[in-house]
């Protein structure tokens, strides 16, 4: 696991929200072909670090480094090698899933309609093409978000809460698709309430990095 | 990266076709101007002269209005469905995406403005030679009006309730436009020539293009960041 290469670095990552710190500290590196699990209660800062990661954020303090360089001066590379996935879905109701599909591969570069009916399908939507968003369920919304991992040629995938409102079938073959990722060489960093568990995934709980104290008035700076 | 569909055209493409998927949206304020402007002969009374002195000043106030009314909707549902932070992740310039965003809304809301104008223009008994001085001075001053008006926006996104807000930003740099679009409608009225002011409201138009984008670019930044 050593050897392989490292994708992203934290040094000293520490975020603070109204005047409570959510994590500091925090020192870790993440390497190609791992699946990390964010862990921690509701309100420990999971979706603040995968904000911050994701470049959503910039909010924070320390540093956050791409192959040994930090993201701000590697923002093309870096942009280009992610996929992020909120827990807004990002899909555009009034459109149709492949409507929604075609602007997410404009975002990344050539990619053929073909492929995208195929990614549809990947997740069980096919049939579904050309009907508007507003009127699939809300898991079929989450698929249609998913459908972006089917072709997506990005190496690091930060998904926040990506199992949310999927069935047992669905949540299976996500697991299967992160499981496929990582092994592809890829690094996947995801939060879920869910329970979900494969030999390879790997834990990160940010509680280890948690302050039970309020900032005080020099305290970290 | 060459032969990648850029994402300017996809998301010009995509913002069109939001556009037509919500017409209620896109008609909304020219049904406001339609409305407004015919109230005016009815509320003053049918004089002539008196509504051919008043009728370049009712235009463009009702034309900024009615632009005003539907700012609050460019990023509104991309910020609450999740696309906006998709965009400013991205590896592209948001610059041109930005400008794709307003490209689209201006062709929605600010073109087809200009296109009703005339035929208001008649009913408020505008003369005809003023006819290609109030297009033209539309046309340039919405898309000026569309990209400023992107920047409050853009600062105003993150409110739950920033409606009044963006009017409040806003208003003080349409003032400019306004002064100069309507000077210009009357002047052309008046038989006289017009293009001092069609090329004032150009240079604020290049000055708009340059900059508006860039400032709606941080303000989106902030808003996604809060």
């Known amino acids: ?221 | 990266m060459a032969k990648s569909p850029s994402l300017f055209g996809a998301t010009f493409r995509r913002d069109l076709l939001l556009a037509f998927r919500h017409k209620g949206e896109m008609i909304n304020p020219l049904v406001f101007f339609l409305i407004a402007i015919s109230l005016i002969p009815l509320g003053i009374g049918p004089e002539k002269a008196l509504l051919m002195r008043i009728a370049p000043g009712i235009l463009w106030v009702m034309a900024l209005l009615a632009t005003l009314l539907s700012l609050d909707n460019l990023f509104r549902s991309d910020f609450d469905d999740g696309t906006l932070e998709q965009l400013l992740i991205s590896p592209h310039p948001l610059y041109l995406s930005v400008l794709a965003k307003v490209l689209a809304y201006w062709l929605a809301t600010g073109l087809p403005l200009t296109l009703l104008s005339p035929v208001l223009g008649g009913m408020l008994s505008l003369p005809s030679g003023a006819f290609i001085a109030l297009c033209s001075s539309l046309l340039i001053g919405s898309a000026a009006m569309s990209l400023i008006g992107a920047v409050g926006a853009a600062l105003t996104v993150g409110l739950r309730k920033g409606g009044l807000l963006i009017s409040l930003i806003v208003m003080p740099l349409y003032v400019p436009i306004l002064i100069f679009g309507a000077s210009a409608v009357t002047e052309a009225a008046r038989g006289n020539p017009f293009d001092v002011q069609l090329a004032v409201l150009g240079a604020i138009l290049a000055i708009a293009l340059l900059l508006a984008p860039l400032a709606t670019a941080g303000a989106l930044r902030v808003s996604v960041n809060g």
């Open chain 1, 1 to 221: 696991m050593t050897s392989a290469p490292v994708l992203l670095e934290l040094h000293n990552l520490a975020c603070e929200r109204d005047e409570r710190i959510l994590f500091s500290q925090l020192n870790t590196r993440f390497y190609a072909g791992q699946a990390v699990q964010v862990l921690g209660p509701n309100g420990s800062g999971k979706t603040t670090l995968l904000r911050i990661l994701a470049g959503v954020s910039r909010e924070y303090q320390g540093e956050i480094l791409f192959k040994g360089e930090l993201i701000n001066k590697v923002n093309w590379e870096f942009a280009s090698e992610l996929l992020y996935l909120g827990h807004l879905p990002g899909v555009k109701k009034s459109l149709t899933p492949l409507e929604n599909l075609r602007w997410y591969a404009a975002l990344q570069g050539a990619v053929s309609d073909a492929q995208l009916l195929a990614a549809l399908e990947q997740v069980n939507l096919a049939g579904y093409e050309d009907t508007p968003c507003f009127q699939l369920s809300a898991g079929q919304l989450r698929r249609v978000a998913l459908a972006r991992l089917e072709f997506s040629k990005a190496s690091i995938w930060i998904l926040d809460e990506p199992f949310t409102a999927l069935d047992k079938a669905g949540i299976a073959k996500l697991e299967n698709r992160l499981i496929a990722h990582a092994s592809a060489g890829g690094l996947v960093l995801v939060t879920s309430h869910q329970d979900i568990r494969f030999p390879q995934l790997q834990t990160l709980d940010l509680q280890d990095f948690a302050e039970n104290s309020t900032v005080g008035e020099n305290a970290h700076g």
